[in-house]
């Protein structure tokens, strides 16, 4: 039963019925308290879906930074590796360097000492090669154009020097110019300095038969005679070390030989100190010849040298 300030509620079991009367407050009360709880209820569970879908992302942009990270890592962990590889490289070619540069260093100083150049203390290393190499030029262009070395391709000897003695065919007591090689018929016969080839025939008023005379730069020239045969025509240019003839033993002669003479100027030397004459030994025979202004030559060569120089200095420039 209900009136409209109250309405009743009727449990009826085993024991009887029961009746509860409650105010009309009561019953909205109860509705409105059943709305809130279903409001709650409902609220909640979009709160947690909504917690849930942002648990979710997080995770997923957790993951996605750990995979980057990770990646990240492998790629500094690479580089590094990298690194450490090209340090040891740099490190291996560093040290074969320094050996190279001390190899060279005493490679240097073999070939200074070899040419007589004495560097300044704490000279740069290309300073000393640059000095070594325009000494080398200045010394070598000495060499190739003045007679030096044996002119004998097989070194039998030697019958007779440079002075007094008595000649062998006429007997007579003769001053001799040259120095006679002793040698078998047809060994060879080398020119011992570059030239143009000024005489190459049979020369019948020096005794000396089959003769070969070379012109040399700066007033130097050699004479070779008694050849069983010619190489060279008058005329041509030849090279140090070129064939030029074999021994023989025509003309005057007692047996096959070499007569070999050197002139500068008109004036016969003895070519002993310029068959002697050398690299290892070069200053030597400033001191042993005498009669040659070896200062103007040697500064006319190093003249050329200065001049090849600065030729190379305008190519590097451009």
Do not use: C
């Amino acid at each position: 039963m209900s009136s409209r300030q109250h309405f009743t509620i009727t449990i009826t079991d085993v024991h009887g019925a029961r009746h509860y009367s409650f105010s009309q407050f009561v019953k909205k009360f109860v509705w409105v308290l059943m709305i809130v709880f279903f409001l709650v209820v409902t609220g909640g569970a979009g709160s947690i879906w909504w917690l849930n879908k942002e648990v979710e992302e997080i995770q997923t942009l957790k993951r996605q930074a750990e995979m980057s990270f990770l990646r990240a890592l492998d790629e500094r962990q690479n580089e590094y590796s990298n690194l450490v590889e090209e340090k040891a490289q740099l490190i291996n070619e560093l040290e074969e360097k320094i050996k190279q540069v001390g190899f060279l260093d005493q490679t240097l100083q073999g070939l200074e000492e070899l040419i007589g150049v004495q560097p300044e203390i704490d000279a740069p290393i290309i300073e000393r090669v640059k000095i070594t190499q325009l000494t080398t030029l200045e010394k070598q262009i000495m060499l190739d154009h003045i007679p030096n070395g044996r002119p004998v391709g097989v070194f039998r000897g030697v019958s007779s020097g440079y002075g007094w003695r008595t000649h062998p065919v006429r007997g007579t007591r003769e001053f001799h110019y040259g120095i006679d090689y002793r040698g078998e018929r047809g060994a060879p016969v080398l020119a011992t300095a570059d030239a143009v080839v000024e005489y190459s025939g049979y020369h019948r008023s020096s005794g000396y038969g089959n003769l070969v005379i070379l012109s040399h730069a700066y007033g130097f020239k050699t004479f070779y005679g008694h050849l069983n045969s010619l190489n060279v025509k008058t005329g041509q240019f030849i090279n140090k070390g070129d064939l030029i003839g074999a021994i023989g033993s025509t003309g005057v002669s007692t047996g096959p030989h070499l007569h070999y003479e050197v002139n500068f100027v008109q004036r016969k030397l003895n070519p002993a100190p310029f068959v002697q004459w050398g690299l290892e030994d070069y200053d030597s025979i400033f001191d042993k010849v005498e009669g040659i202004p070896w200062g103007s030559l040697s500064q006319a060569i190093r003249n050329q040298v200065e001049k090849v120089e600065k030729q190379l200095l305008l190519r590097d420039v451009q």
